[in-house]
């Protein structure tokens, strides 16, 4: 399973960005998938997922009401809207893929993308 973030870039605070993972080699259909970020001298931090047995979402307190996952089947991505952007969501976001909801929730997915940039202007 291969994923490729997509999406990043610098918006002013308030703005919006919408970020995409594209997964390739497996179904998404099989998988939960999750976004990470990680900000500069920070610890990865799990921002939102989508269980794989029920098609539910997650997320972090920080972000619940300004951000929504989703996940497109048939085009086999995961897309990640970003909406009412702060200075603290500057990070590297990642996607991540588990056949366990629990090792995405956990933090801990086997399949890892490269990550993509968000910086959110003052």
């Known amino acids: 399973v291969q994923l490729q973030a997509s999406g990043g870039g610098l918006v002013q605070a308030g703005g919006s960005l919408r970020l995409s993972c594209a997964v390739s080699g497996r179904s998404l259909s099989g998988y939960a998938m999750g976004w990470f970020r990680q900000a500069p001298g920070k610890e990865r931090e799990f921002v939102a997922g989508?269980?794989?047995?029920?098609?539910?979402?997650l997320y972090a307190d920080s972000v619940k009401g300004r951000f929504t996952v989703s996940r497109d089947v048939a085009k086999n991505t995961v897309y990640l809207q970003m909406n009412s952007l702060k200075p603290a969501d500057t990070a590297v976001y990642y996607c991540?893929?588990?056949?366990?909801?629990?090792?995405?929730?956990?933090?801990?997915?086997?399949?890892w993308g490269k990550g993509t940039q968000v910086t959110v202007s003052s």
């Open positions: 991540a893929g588990d056949s366990s909801d629990r090792a995405v929730v956990q933090g801990n997915p086997y399949y």
């Open positions: 989508v269980r794989r047995s029920d098609g539910n979402t």
